[in-house]
């Protein structure tokens, strides 16, 4: 059974950073496509970086040059570096991971089967 938990997310000020991670347990972490999506309220959740299994990476624009999405095979975690935040990006922000082949970088919602529960980031102006 796969099993995805975040951690790092809290409050922080209009300019500020916040680092968040995802530890994943249960599956052959070093395959797959794995990603960072976030939901505010209101709003359909959205894809926000994914990084394939060959460390490929792809952003969405809102967060291009301010966000770094990393993983560690080694420790089975996923992190997001989230720099220059702004109100807009606040959200719960949910880590998610799949078998991808070829489409990592388009962060399909659906191409993902497990998500982990989400961390709450509040970013005040």
């Known amino acids: 059974q796969v099993h995805l938990a975040e951690s790092g997310g809290g409050s922080v000020q209009a300019g500020g950073s916040l680092r968040i991670s995802c530890v994943v347990s249960?599956?052959?972490?070093?395959?797959?496509?794995l990603g960072w999506f976030r939901q505010a309220p209101g709003k359909e959740r959205e894809g926000v970086a994914s990084?394939?299994?060959?460390?490929?990476?792809s952003y969405a624009d809102s967060v291009k040059g301010r966000f770094t999405i990393s993983r560690d095979n080694g420790k089975k975690s996923l992190y997001l570096e989230m720099n220059s935040l702004k109100p807009e990006d606040t959200a719960k922000y949910y880590c998610?991971?799949?078998?991808?082949?070829?489409?990592?970088?388009?962060?399909?919602?659906?191409?993902?089967?497990?998500w982990g529960q989400g961390t709450q980031v509040t970013v005040s102006s």
């Open positions: 249960g599956y052959t972490f070093s395959s797959y496509c």
């Open positions: 998610a991971a799949d078998w991808v082949p070829g489409y990592c970088y388009r962060m399909g919602i659906s191409d993902f089967g497990y």
């Open positions: 990084i394939d299994n060959d460390g490929s990476t």
